[in-house]
Structures are given as C-alpha cells and as structure tokens.
C-alpha cells in the first residue's frame, strides 16, 4: 500500500473514532441524566387555555331541531350551534366587528377522553390560517363555560372549529359565539 492511502486510512480511522466516540458521549450523557434525573433540557411551559366555568344560562335560540347532529342559526349577534354525536365540525365565516367574540359551550361525550377544543381559523387566499392562541379546551360535563377570544380583526373573516380528540367516542353540546357580525 502506498504511503498516501496509509495517511488517507489512518485520518479516515480517526475521523470514524471521533464520530463514535461523540455519539457514545452523547448517549452515556443522556443515560446519565436519566438515571440522576438531571437534565438541561427545557421544560416548555403548559399554554393549554381552558374555558372557565360559567354561571350564565346557556339560552340557544333560532334552532328548531335540538337534536340534529349538527345545527346553526344566527339570532341577535350569535351564532347558536347544536351538536349531538360529532367528533369534528366547522362553522361557516362571519366577521367580529368589535374584535371581540365571547364563546359560551356545554357538551357531553359518550365516553373516553373528557374534554373538547375549539379553535378560531382566519378566512385568507386559498383556505384558512389558524389564528395563534384562540384554542380553548371545554370540561365535557355538561356544565356551562365560557371563554374570550379577543384583538381580533373586525375587517377579516372568521369560523371556528369544534373537535373531539377521538374517533371513538362522540360528542354532544350547546354553543353560543357572541359577538358576530
């Protein structure tokens, strides 16, 4: 073998020893951290947003079939939704002239996971873009509660979507989004 491929697989053997040896480094590190139970890896802060617990009575109005698996109707600035076995809808767009929409939910699920989110999704060119921060989550009790979503843009176009994390339960509920336009 030549002078110059011994020199090539010798700095080819030390680059591969480098290489392996900071993996196994990285590992030993990670063990270690596991079994002291220390680490320098940063908790991310919970942002979940629940809807608090509401004393208003929850009036729905403009719907005449209660029990129809997925109603609207729009009454006095609200849209009013009913929803009975469901595990995702959206609402058609309407606009929140003062920037502030107040939505008010009670729902109920047949079992598995106790909680449903609503999220508000803003109308652009070719879809809808998520608005940042707008998802709320809902105790399924059916208890009343209510959350705000506010500085919106009164000039833009807006729905939201109710979901269940499950496609094996269903849910069933009340909604009322005040402040429409």
Not at 66 to 73: D, E, H, L, P, V
Not at 149 to 162: E, F, G, K, V
């Amino acid at each position: 073998m030549s002078k110059t491929k011994r020199i090539l697989a010798f700095a080819l053997a030390v680059v591969l020893a480098v290489l392996v040896l900071t993996g196994c480094k990285s590992t030993l590190t990670s063990i270690a951290h596991k079994v002291l139970g220390t680490s320098n890896e940063v908790q991310e802060d919970d942002t979940t947003q629940w809807a608090v617990l509401s004393s208003d009575p929850l009036m729905i109005d403009g719907i005449a079939d209660s029990s129809a698996k997925y109603a609207t109707a729009r009454v006095n600035g609200a849209l009013n939704i009913v929803f009975n076995g469901i595990w995702s809808r959206q609402t058609e767009y309407f606009t929140v002239p003062s920037g502030l929409l107040s939505v008010y939910g009670c729902g109920t699920t047949d079992g598995g996971a106790q909680k449903f989110k609503i999220s508000l999704w803003k109308k652009v060119d070719g879809g809808a873009q998520y608005v940042d921060n707008t998802t709320f989550y809902f105790t399924a009790d059916g208890q009343n509660y209510h959350c705000d979503i506010d500085n919106l843009d009164p000039n833009a176009s807006y729905r939201i979507t109710i979901s269940y994390d499950s496609s094996r339960y269903y849910l069933y509920g009340l909604m009322k989004v005040e402040g429409i336009g």
